[in-house]
């Protein structure tokens, strides 16, 4: 199936924003905390910059990771769960098709 056929209910459309939010949720808290850690070890005008540079870095990341466009939102899913942010039990309520491509997505991510 192309993903530019792919057609979300209303329903999924309610279960993709909550697994969505949740993961951008998990990501930037994630994110935080190392920052935190950075931050309380700051000695240097050095490592300060080095922060600048890890959160330049974390947002590129998570802007590229993180893009909730329907046509997009099947491989965003299988990224997601595969970085750990999303468990796929938190995407039941799509359609099995949308599943099963999120399944090959990590299955032909797996063997590379």
Do not use: C
Not at 68 to 95: H, I
């Amino acid at each position: 199936m192309n993903v530019n056929e792919i057609r979300w209910s209303s329903s999924e459309k309610k279960v993709a924003r909550r697994a969505f939010d949740t993961a951008l949720e998990a990501a930037l808290g994630e994110t935080m905390t190392e920052l935190k850690s950075k931050v309380s070890a700051v000695t240097t005008p050095d490592d300060m910059w080095e922060i600048e540079n890890y959160l330049r870095q974390q947002r590129r990341k998570i802007d590229q990771m993180f893009d909730y466009r329907y046509s997009q939102l099947t491989v965003v899913f299988g990224v997601l769960v595969r970085e750990g942010y999303l468990d796929e039990s938190q995407l039941a309520g799509l359609s099995e098709d949308k599943r099963e491509e999120i399944r090959r997505f990590l299955s032909w991510h797996a063997k590379g």
